[in-house]
């Protein structure tokens, strides 16, 4: 049996999202169906849908932030059932026997992970579509289960801008000794503050602009320091044992390598692309590091949401209704937003 979906979808890199009907596949002995309940708006949503990365495929229905509920699980799933809240985060499938995916790193899969929308099914070929849409088909081993702490709406960012910061902060063995700095207060940057703080790190937001300390310090920083200010940032000169730079754009990422301690590491989670002009001779000379992370493997996604879960985080969103999309992509590109809109996909219902 096919599931018969409505979504909102784009066409082109230039065109309006709007109304789409496609047939969810039937589902396969290890699925679980889900009614979409909410679905997190990313800044990554945006990329693809105007093909800023070059690799579009149209009609595409965004969204990999997806909280919803069983509506129904094939014969072989053991941990869902009917009724239990469920969210899918940016990966549906890999290939579950590489090198990565024996380490939980499906994310960095060496056969080439299966992204929730823009992608193709790897058993039939068929296209992915994401959660702008009422129900989705994942396979049991892609599905998170939501703990009962957790507020719905709230929860969807986790999936990937909750992850996208927790599993540097994972990696790199964040603790209560930690010296923790986070660039720029975004989508990911205000989860980083508030997952860094729940670590028991000392935490400080870089930013470009005044005025946002009350905010950072609600969120969990410790201090504020404006990156255009000389005086402020010799203050924390090897300082940090981890940065997260969470900029979605080319940026200079020199200023904060004198901020790192020896052996210390700035994570890129933000931008994908070329720096230019990046000194290498600081990393050499105090063992220091720049490097990247992408999400998380599914289990770590897990232990993310049941942190979260434990320790009340959610991320700071706005409710908007699916027929406003394509405003809350000109709001979000403006950074008019605080952090994460999520979409009630309930609204769905109301387009005719």
């Known amino acids: 049996m096919t599931y018969p979906v409505r979504a909102f979808a784009a066409h082109s890199p230039t065109s309006r999202l709007g109304l789409f009907q496609f047939d969810r596949r039937s589902p396969r002995p290890d699925d679980v169906v889900i009614e979409i309940l909410y679905c997190g708006v990313c ?7 105007r093909n800023d990365w070059g690799n579009a495929n149209y009609p595409m229905v965004p969204g990999h932030e997806i909280i919803g509920r069983v509506i129904a699980v094939g ?30 790193w499906e994310q960095y899969c060496e056969n080439g992970a299966t992204y929730t929308y823009n992608h193709s099914d790897p058993v039939d070929g068929t296209r992915t579509y994401g959660g702008y849409s009422e129900k989705i088909v994942v396979a049991e081993h892609f599905v998170l289960k939501v703990p009962a702490a957790l ?12 992850i996208t910061t927790y599993s540097p902060l994972r990696h790199w063995n964040v603790g209560p000794s930690s010296k923790v700095a ?21 935490v400080t937001l870089f930013s470009r602009s005044p005025g946002k ?51 210390g590491t700035i994570v890129m989670v933000g931008y994908l692309g070329p720096l230019d002009e990046f000194n290498t001779g600081p990393l050499v000379f105090s063992r220091k590091s ?12 897990q232990e993310m949401l049941d942190f979260c879960g434990e320790h009340g985080i959610h991320s700071d969103i706005e409710v908007v209704r699916i027929q406003d999309i394509n405003e809350a992509f000109e709001r ?16 769905l219902k109301e387009v005719a």
Do not use: W
């Open 75 to 104: 014969p072989d799933v053991t941990r869902f059932k009917a009724g239990d809240a469920a969210g899918v985060g940016c990966l549906v499938e890999s290939c579950r026997h590489c090198g990565a995916c024996g380490k939980g």
């Open 182 to 202: 986070v660039v720029g207060l975004g989508g990911l940057g205000h989860l980083g503050l508030k997952l860094a703080k729940a670590m028991g790190a000392e």
């Open 290 to 301: 720049l490097a990247g992370s992408l999400i998380g493997g599914i289990a770590e996604t």
């Open 213 to 263: 300390e009350a905010d950072a310090r609600r969120l969990g920083a410790d201090r504020v320091v404006i990156s255009t200010d000389a005086a402020q940032m010799s203050a924390v000169t090897g300082h940090f044992d981890l940065i997260i730079d969470t900029v979605p754009y080319k940026h200079d990422v020199n200023p904060y390598v004198p901020t790192l301690a020896s052996g």
């Open 43 to 49: 800044h990554s949503d945006v990329h693809n849908v």
């Open 151 to 162: 507020e719905l709406a709230g929860a969807a960012p986790l999936l990937c801008a909750g």
């Open 332 to 347: 979000m590109l403006k950074a008019d937003v605080k952090y994460r809109f999520v979409i009630d996909m309930a609204s």
